[in-house]
Structure formats: structure tokens, C-alpha cells
């Protein structure tokens, strides 16, 4: 579909209701970091055990998604989790055994694993 | 002062006064410190707790046996012994805000704002985060010369070589007369420890497009090129994919938004020669010609691609043009200091706690990049020298830690901003070896034109090499410097210009090092093979054996419980016993 000048914006509106887990779309997000530094430390792995506890859990209103290096590359393999209306939490260093507790006390449970998370909220930009 | 608290008591407090007494008494010292007890001090969990006045400290003593290693070095000689003190115990740590972390919390983001929150294989989801709305005010509320003036006024500069401000090689392309004309985005990032580039294109690779077709707005260019190298497979992908999808919403190709503006864009992929990332090679390169460099002028903005008006940019500066025009030019320019505007991109790598890629506005100190935003040198090493701008850039010593990182305050160090590279070295790492890695790269890559390139970095590196080797004599520092000087000065390119700078500013920081290797043939970071010997400490060697089972040359010998001995003729120096041995017992001389 070629774009008008108007349909920046209605793609700028659908987006934020999915994106930003408004209106119902999805209860928690989990973003794993998957550039070359994540990819080579293990991303694959996480990425591919949220899927298979998700699937496991059959949650529908759980978001996976991928998305480039967050900047701290040698704290890799790193995820960010979000719950709706709940700031991110970066989680690092993280493994197939980390998962299983991240996904079970923060993204079913709701509680942020502390012991592995990095930080909470979002970075500034500009 | 002993506290004798029942909490206190009843866990041992009298046995600890009485262990006391007798090793005051032993030391002969029971006249000189008194021995009080007192009530409770509240701290009863943690009992007993024993005060040592007037110094102030508190200890935490859960067993007698600590206490003659106590008085010896808290009364005898003076030294509180740490792993006794009472710490409070910390209220339960909580996650803290990203923001009050300073790796995160002192960067900038402009280049990298969607930096890990947007998957980079949607556009949607850039165009969710404000995408492409740069691309439409410059359609329709923007001729091109407005956006040259709007770039004119960010300051946004190009931080390789001069450094020239972005929309002066803009505005000569769009002032040459034709109509065929051609923008490139250079990704042919090819120094060692940096991946700036890399990640931008995996993080948002739509910016780069946007800030590239915004360029070919205002130069009047109809096609462009994305020069990234075959090494980076997944930001390839990435960036085929956001091409895919760019075209798929017309946002590339004929017609664009609507607005009759027409531009199409391409990926070439390169092999991976460094020399391509001078632009007359790199244009040389994807006209299926030897990546060699040619005599500038007539510069590529003036007859590049074909022969026509060609403009190149690297990953950065595209990047960085979509958030100009979006969020105007002055908001861009108050970023960075007088000088230098805006943010850089750093790939910061070495001996530094947090590895990564961080964004920081122009004009932060050093100091900040390494100790805040990096967390220090691991192990508890010291910082010896920062290395910027890869091969063709220099090595700032710790003296100079201070200094703001801009283009000039770099310049004037004898190092360049250049794409981003940041090295950090500890006191381990040996300069004369630093300099001849670098040397050996840039020779390696030297693309063999011309002959002050070719051949004088050759020599140097043979020179280099003896004093690495031990082989050195008085006058190859002079030597050294004159030919880096020619070197310098007579190369074609950027790559044999720049080529002698991680020579020639380890002469001016750390001219000892060599003068140690030469003079003394010794290498003070312990790093050069043939000017160090491993031996072994006899007061600390327990006689483990675990070093004489590690060596690969059965260099080492002893008796199970005896002091352990490095036969240095049978030593290939690898260091395996140094990094094995859990006693200090083998030390670099």
C-alpha cells in the first residue's frame, strides 16, 4: 500500500494502542534484545524459552517482540519486560534458568525479579 | 569498649574479653589499652560488638580466634582490619530508575533514540516513535535550500577527517550543474573495537533511510547507495528488510507521500577493506573499480558515482537528520559545546567495566565516558590511556583524562573524533605493542597506491617490531618520527595520513615506554615476550604444583610442598603458570 501524507498518522495512532499496551491490546510486553552482541551472547535461547513458556501458558495478552542492542553490550543477553501501565524493567545477563523465573514471578506473577533486573523505566531521550 | 549486652553475652562476649586480655597481656600491652564493657549497643544481631576508641571503629568479633591477628594489626601496627568492621546492614535494595544508573543516565540520545524499543523490522513501529514525519515536513513545508539552512544551523558536522559542517558538502553537490546526482551512506566501518555503525543500522534503520532521503531532497539526488560491509549480516538483513517495507508503503521509489519527489535507494555490500571507508575508494569500489583512493580534486561532490555530483555520509550523520529537522535545529545546537554540536556515538571497548555503545552530548569529559558511563577499569587496575578514532586516531594518557571530548580539544591532542572507536586500556597494556598493532592493521589494509603509504608504514613497522623484540637502538625514536612525519604528510588518503598517529602520540605520552624498551630492554607493562621473564616468588610459592601442571613446556620444576622453580630456557613465556598460580608467587620481571 503506498502512503499519503495522512496515513503517517493514522499508522502513528493504530501503533500506540499496540505499542504501548493501551487500550486492552496486551497486558505485559517483552522485548528481548536480539543485535549481534545479544544474538552472540545467547539471545536465540531466551527469546526461544519466553516463547515456549508463553505458548506453555496459553496467555494470549502476552507480547513478544525483538528488538536491537540496548547499549549495554556486555551485559548481554538482555530482555525488557513491561506490564500495562507499569514502566519497563531491563533484565541482563540473563539465562534459560532466569527466564523461567522472570516469566513466572514478573510477567504471570506480576513482581519484578529483583535479583536480576538492571533497572526500571524508560531511558531519555534527546 | 566491649559491649555486654545480654544479646552480646550470650553470644560469647566474655569469652571474647578474656581472649583479649590474654593476648594484651601477651603483647604486653595491658596497660596501655583498657578493657571496658558497657551496655547494650543495639546492634545486638550482630554481637559482639567491640569499640576500639578513641579511633571510633567497631568490630563485629563472632569468634575468639580472630582476636591476636586483631591486636597485632589494629594496636601493634596500626592497620584496623577491614573484614571485621561493623557495616550496618543496607535496606533491601530496590531496582533503580534506568536514569539514576549512570551508564544510561548520563548519555544523550539523538541517533539512538529508539535504541532498543522498537523492532527494527517493522516500520510501524518507527513510524509509531514520530518516523518519517521529518520526511513529510520537508515534502511539503521545506524547498531544499531551507533544509540546507536548517542543517547550516544545527552545526552538525562530519566528524571524519576536517570535520566539515554536513551542509557545506551538501550544498556544493546541489550546486553542481546537471541533473544525475547521487547520495551514499557510508557503513563501511572498519576499525578494530568499533560498531557504531553496526548497531545504529540493527537498531533503527529507518532513520537512516529518512535522514538520506531528506539529504537527496535538498541535494536534488535521485538515487542513493548504502555501502555496508558483507561481515555485518544481520544489519544487512535489518536494512533489506527496512528497505523492503520503505518501498512497500512508497515512502521509497516514484511519487513518494504523494508529493511528486522521487528517490530510490540501494544496498552494495563491501569485502571488508578498510580502505574503503575513504570515500573516493569506497566510490571506486562500487563502480567494480580497484578500491584505491584518487587525488582530490575534483572531490566527489563535484565528480563521483558516474563521473556525477556524488555526496557521502556516514551512518551517524544520516541518523542524526531526521531529529534535526523534526525537532528543529535549534534544539539540536544547544546540545554540545561552542564548537561541536550535537551528540556522538561511541563504541566503548577495552578494559572497562560496562562494554557497549553509548550516545553522549559533545563536550563530556573523558573522566565521565570511562569512570561514570563505562564504570571504571576492571579487577581494580589503572587506567593508563584512552585510544580514539581506531588506527588512524592517537592515545590520550590518564594525565589528560580531564579534557572535554569535542573535535578540537581531540585535534589538539594528536587524536581524531573520527567515527567513534573507544579503547581503553589499563595499566597492563603495553604502548610500543599498542602502537605496533595499529601499525600492522593500517599496513595490512594500506591499499598500496602510493608510496609514503605502501612502503613507509612498512618500515616503521619493521622498526616497531625490533623494539618490541628487544632489538631496538637510540636512534629508532627519531627515526620513528621523521618518517611518520613524511608519512603524514605525503600519503594520498586519509588511511596513510592518519596512519602514523598511534605512533606518534604514543612518542609524545609515553616516550619512557620506549625509551625502557630501547635502553633498558624492558618492557614495563610486562607484555613483550622477549624483554620479560616469569619467576617465581619464593616466599609466597606453597608448593601447590598447580603452575607445573599447567605449563605446556615442562618449564617448571619442585617437590610437592617445596618452592617451585622456572627454568627460563625451556619458558615460552606464555603465562599460564602467572594467570594459574592462586598464591602471587610468580610475578613479570
Redesign the interface.
Known sequence: MKLKLEDLDKIRQRMKATTILREGAGRVKVTVHMGTCGIASGARDILSTFKKYIEESDAKDIIITTSACAGLCSCEPMATVELRDEPPVKYIDLSVKKVARIFNEHVMGGKIVKEFALAIGSERIS | MICTGSGCVSNGAFRIKEAFQKELRKRNLQDEIQIVTTGCNGFCGNGPIVSIQPDGIFYQIRTENVIPHLVEEHFLKGRPVQELIYTPPVKK?????????S???K????A??N???????EI??Y??R?G??AL?KVL?QMTPSEIIEEIKASGLRVWVGAALPTEKKWEICRNQPGSEKYIICNADEGDPGA?MD??IV???PHSVIEGMLIGARAIGAQHGFIYIRNE?P??LK?LMCAIVQAE????LGE?I???GFNFTLSVARGAGAFVCGEETSLINSLMGRLPQPQVKPPFPAQSGYNGKPTNINNVETWANVP?IID?GAD?FAS?GTESSKGTKVFSLVGKV??????EVPMGISLREIIYDIGGGIPDGKKFKAVQTGGPSGGCIPESMIDIKVDYESLTKAGCIMGSGGMIIMDEDTCMVEVARYFLAFTQEESCGKCVPCRIGTKRMLERLTTICEGEGEEEDIDFLEEIALSIKDSSLCQLGQTAPNPVLTTLRYFRDEYKAHIEEKRCPAGVCKALIRYEIIPDNCVGCGACKRVCPSDAITGEKKEIHLIHQDKCIKCGMCYITCRYDAIQVV
Request: glycine share 8%; aromatic share 12%; no cysteine.
Open positions: 535494595e530496590t531496582v533503580p530508575n534506568i536514569n539514576d544508573i551508564f544510561f543516565g548519555q544523550r540520545l539523538i539512538l533514540a535504541r532498543g524499543v522498537i523492532n527494527s523490522e510501524d513501529e513510524i509509531a514520530d518519517y514525519r513529510a511539503t560498531f553496526r548497531s540493527e537498531s533503527d555485518y544481520l544489519a535489518i512497500a508503503y512508497g515512502l511519487d507521500l504523494g508529493t531529529r525537532l534544539w546540545i567495566n560496562n562494554t557497549g555503545l553509548v
